[in-house]
């Protein structure tokens, strides 16, 4: 199986709406007007990398308290 990850926008054609396929990702999967594709939906709420690295850190700075707040060890 092919897959080439690729964040796209929604766009409005008429009264549906579309993903786009880049040049590029259609020419790397050796696809054309008319060919089918599987397609997997989901939306995107990922957390960028910065806040990610930085609640990382959080959590390893405070994990003794976080694991008391969980009810963890009280010794």
Known sequence: MNEIKSQRKIIQVGNSL???????????????????????????????????AGLDAAMAQYAGALELLNGGDQA
């Open 18 to 52: 579309a993903v786009t396929i880049p040049a590029n990702v259609a020419h790397k999967l050796k696809v054309d007007k008319g060919d089918m594709l599987d397609v997997a939906f989901r939306k995107n709420n990922q957390l960028d990398d910065e806040f990610e």
